[in-house]
Each structure stands twice: as C-alpha cells, then as structure tokens.
C-alpha cells in the first residue's frame, strides 16, 4: 500500500510532485540516524494543560490562495483552547488510565516520514510511543507533542479530559489571534524566518535544521500568537472536529489544521491559518497531533483562564 500523497495529513502538493522526481538522487542520507528529539531540546517552560480563552463575535476566515477556503464570515461563541498541543506525557497519562491503546497500536503500524528517505511509508511496529518505528521511542520527547493518533484517538482523549477537538472555523480564529480580518496573514513563511518549526530548505534533499529541529519541538518552543496560544503553525498537523466535504458521500477526510515539521516553502507550504489540510480519519501519521477546546458554561470574567482536567502533569 502506498500513500496517496495529495490525500495524506502531510498535505503535498501537486506543485512539489516535480521537484521530488528532480531531487530523488539527492536525498541527505545521513538524516537518518537523527532522533525523535533533538538533543537537549527539553521543554521552555513547565506544561502544563492551561486553556486560553478565545472571545465570541464575528471573524472573517478563509485563504484567497486556496480555492476549497472562500473568506468569509463565521460567527462563533466564547471558547477555551489549550494553550499547547497535547504531549506525549499527557496522552500516557490518558492511557495509563484508561487502558486505551490506539489504531496504530491494535493494527500494528503507522505511516511514518524518516529523514533520509523520499516518501511516507507504512511502518511495522511505528505508533505514538514509537513514531519513527520500533528501536525510536518518545523518552526523551515526553514533552512534545503526540503523533501516530487517529482523529477517533485525539476524540477518546478529549472525552476523556473534559473536552472535545475545536471545530475547523474555531482553529483558525484561534490560530489569528483572534483579529476580526483574515487579511495580512498570507505572506508569512516560517521556513524562511524559523518563527515556527517546519522543514527548512527543499525537501526531500535537505532540511538546515535553521529552527533546531528536525522532527517535533516540545510544546512552546516557539512563542504564542497574540492570544497566547503556542505552535499553531508548523510542530504538527492538528486534527479538528468538521469532516472536509469533498463530495464523496459519506465523507472520509477530516480537517487538519496548521501544518507540521514536515511542511517546506517547495512541498506542502501550509503555512497560512486559512490552509485547509485533510487526512483519512482512521489513519495515524508521525507529523499529526491535536488540541482541545472546551465549552464555557457561563459569564467570561477573565482573558486568560488556567482550567485543570484530569489530563494536568
């Protein structure tokens, strides 16, 4: 079986189809032998499962660049987000306990980008202890963001923390900081400045590494938007609550939000909030996590709320 490589959460594009034909004899071999974690690349600050308060109103939204994303106006209410993605060391915390084990686990693999290599493949064993395949565990990335989850994974988790995954209209005012306008935002390029972690040069040859890392950061590695909310480009694709509508009948893609390590100015690009990523439901890739919003029973009092569930270190 062999990814489909305009249909997978790693988001490429028909545009870098030619340029991985072009570079397939140049590939860094010696990517790799590169970690999970990039050495001593432990955590700015404690982790802890704080949630952000995003006002309700009225916000423009969407990508001129991108025809499956009109701008256009949406109306939502007064929500809370984790300030981070959800880490390796929250979702074992989920599992111990639950005994939940995930579709990577119960089928025996996920699909899994190496450095060094010039496509995903399916990897024996690979799941989110072991996102880069047996013999690679997350010990030493208990504080970066989980990978190799499913959307039904990311789902059990935040039912089980109180929460629930953000719809895709709700990640994207979050991801702008909450400004009214979805102007402005389409020039930005992380790959060029290192102002959020995706792969820095033309992939697959090389990736300089400009931002430290060549997989995941930990969490708040980068600084927060103008809400205070962390990594809402680049670090990993996150999953959302809403299917994308493509006209198949029923549906089988979610929305997938933000971008990843894996996202280069040549292949995938999805550096804009208004990016429309999708991926199949019940797939696991090693560059997709998620976040979690909650819903607020009542009066707003505060711009910034530390909520605690039973997903806290």
Request: aromatic letters at 10%; charged letters at 20%.
């Amino acid at each position: 079986m062999k990814v489909v490589l305009t249909v997978v959460a790693a988001v490429v594009s028909l545009a870098g189809i030619a340029t991985l034909q072009e570079s397939r004899e140049r590939v860094d071999l010696s990517a790799g032998s590169i970690p999970w974690a990039s050495p001593n690349a432990a955590a700015p600050n404690p982790i802890s499962n704080e949630m952000i308060l995003v006002p309700g109103g009225r916000y423009r939204i969407g990508d001129a660049h991108e025809a499956d994303a009109p701008i256009r106006s949406v109306e939502i209410a007064p929500f809370l987000i984790d300030r981070y993605e959800v880490t390796n060391r929250q979702f074992q915390k989920f599992v111990r306990a639950t005994g939940y084990v995930t579709l990577a686990e119960r089928e025996g693999g996920a699909w899994v980008y190496r450095g060094g290599e010039r496509d995903w493949k399916r990897i024996a064993g690979a799941n989110w202890r072991r996102p880069l395949g047996p013999g690679r565990s997350i010990d030493a990335a208990m504080d970066h963001p989980v990978v190799a989850v499913t959307w039904d994974d990311a789902s059990a988790y935040a039912r089980w923390a109180g929460k629930r995954l953000l719809t895709e209209a709700e990640w994207e005012v979050a991801a702008r900081g909450a400004e009214s306008s979805a102007d402005g935002h389409h020039d930005a390029d992380p790959s060029r400045d290192a102002s959020a972690n995706v792969w820095q040069g033309t992939w697959p040859k090389k990736n300089e590494v400009a931002d430290g890392f060549f997989y995941t950061a930990p969490a708040g590695s980068f600084a927060p938007n103008r809400l205070g909310v962390h990594d809402m480009i680049g670090n990993v694709w996150e999953w959302t609550a809403d299917w994308y509508d493509d006209g198949s009948q029923p549906p089988t893609m979610k929305v997938a939000r933000g971008g990843s390590w894996f996202c280069s100015s040549n292949y995938c690009s999805a550096f804009r909030p208004g990016f429309r990523g999708k991926s199949p439901a019940g797939h696991a890739f090693n560059n997709v996590g998620f976040r979690c919003a909650r819903d607020i029973p009542g009066p707003v009092q505060s711009a910034e709320l530390a909520v605690r569930s039973p997903a806290d270190p």
